[in-house]
């Protein structure tokens, strides 16, 4: 088969493009389509590929202002000519299902989430714009609600990351998704028992993660806290941060790695689609303090990994710290890494291969995975 692999932007190496990773590895020949690439960000197994671009990235400051060009990304997905294609693998959190696959040709959708800032964290994101921005975004969004809702009957297959993302495309585009949660390249971390008395909170600094939270409990507690990231809330967060917390900034891989050996835990206070970096903590063998909602709920246990608080506020937070301090000694890092492998990247390319397989055999998609090693009971011991 010809395979087409669609994504919304490369242009960095978070969890979707390390997804299109596993999917250039499962699908050596296909061929890649997307709105605009900053190659030198990008990892060199997606590199080896021919790779498409639509017209947006034409337009200025593309491979820095390529949101502002979010009205325009529906027009130039129907660009793409897809037809000699006989299979099409659309990669969604912007818009990217939105392709027109050849008559005959299968399309199967990885959906890490439906478009945020038109569906769930829709007024979230319009409250953080300004007057001018806000009158103009409502009739954009109303717009791309509609064809986003249109587009799901374009996909043959959705594949969701996660329970709490297959619940949203059940509500947005009424269609159903079978669950493979995302890649995770577990090798790279060892666990370890050791820690320096910090806590951990790494990932993109923006305000659905939450870290002006965690900033708020330790600089109240005088826990020592250690964050990793960039984003709109770092310049606050190091104006906001206190004596015990050290604002690291973005970092290269190999300190984060360093840091998740180093922590005594992770602090992991947002709601997530999903959840990489928790599931790259407990591969450390570090436990996981978690807002109860969302993504966390599907891969930390209670008790066993981690624990949960489950309001947003510096007290709760400070209370489940509270709590783990005086459990830690429950916490086994070799029974958490055991747990964490479950979310290994050769699991999730056995299984999404699986899917596909499935399908083009004519097998429904549950019986291709009947065998999901995550789908069985947690035994920890």
């Given at each position: 088969m010809r395979v087409a692999i669609v994504h919304y932007w490369l242009v960095t190496m978070r969890g979707g493009e390390k997804v299109v990773a596993e999917l250039c590895r499962l699908w050596p020949g296909a061929d890649l389509f997307t709105h605009v690439i900053v190659p030198e960000r990008i990892d060199p197994e997606i590199l080896k590929h021919r790779i498409t671009t639509s017209f947006v990235a034409r337009l200025p400051f593309a491979k820095t202002r390529y949101k502002t060009y979010l009205p325009l990304m529906p027009l130039a997905l129907e660009e793409f000519d897809l037809s000699g294609y006989d299979l099409v693998i659309s990669s969604e959190a912007g818009p990217a299902k939105g392709v027109v696959p050849a008559p005959g040709a299968l399309h199967v959708c990885y959906v890490h989430s439906p478009m945020r800032y038109v569906w769930n964290m829709y007024h979230a994101y319009r409250a953080q714009l300004g007057g001018a921005g806000r009158l103009l975004w409502s009739p954009v969004a109303h717009y791309l609600r509609g064809w986003d809702h249109q587009t799901a009957a374009r996909v043959d297959v959705f594949v969701a990351n996660s329970d709490n993302v297959a619940a949203r495309i059940r509500r947005y585009w009424g269609r159903d998704a079978t669950v493979i949660h995302p890649p995770v390249a577990v090798g790279d971390f060892a666990p370890t028992a050791a820690h320096d008395g910090t806590y951990l909170l790494a990932g993109q600094l923006v305000g659905y993660k939450r870290a002006d939270l965690a900033v708020e409990a330790f600089n109240r507690s005088g826990r020592?806290?250690?964050?990793?990231?960039?984003?709109?809330?770092?310049?606050?967060?190091?104006?906001?941060?206190?004596?015990?917390?050290?604002?690291?900034?973005?970092?290269?891989?190999?300190?984060?790695?360093?840091?998740?050996?180093?922590?005594?835990?992770?602090?992991?206070?947002?709601?997530?689609?999903?959840?990489?970096?928790?599931?790259?903590?407990?591969?450390?063998?570090?436990?996981?303090?978690?807002?109860?909602?969302?993504?966390?709920?599907?891969?930390?246990?209670?008790?066993?990994?981690?624990?949960?608080?489950?309001?947003?506020?510096?007290?709760?937070?400070?209370?489940?710290?509270?709590?783990?301090?005086?459990?830690?000694?429950?916490?086994?890092?070799?029974?958490?890494?055991?747990?964490?492998?479950?979310?290994?990247?050769?699991?999730?390319?056995?299984?999404?291969?699986?899917?596909?397989?499935?399908?083009?055999?004519?097998?429904?998609?549950?019986?291709?995975?009947?065998s999901d090693p995550t789908a069985e009971p947690i035994a920890l011991d």
């Open positions: 020592r806290l250690v964050v990793i990231g960039d984003g709109e809330q770092l310049k606050d967060l190091r104006r906001t941060a206190g004596p015990t917390v050290e604002i690291l900034g973005p970092q290269p891989f190999p300190v984060l790695r360093d840091r998740l050996a180093r922590c005594r835990a992770l602090v992991f206070p947002g709601e997530e689609d999903f959840g990489i970096v928790p599931v790259e903590a407990m591969a450390s063998g570090k436990p996981v303090i978690a807002y109860g909602r969302g993504g966390a709920l599907e891969t930390v246990v209670e008790g066993r990994t981690g624990l949960f608080f489950h309001r947003q506020t510096p007290d709760d937070l400070n209370a489940a710290l509270d709590r783990f301090e005086a459990e830690a000694t429950a916490f086994d890092p070799a029974a958490i890494a055991r747990h964490a492998a479950r979310f290994d990247a050769s699991v999730f390319r056995e299984r999404f291969a699986a899917v596909v397989d499935g399908v083009v055999r004519g097998r429904s998609v549950p019986d291709a995975i009947r």
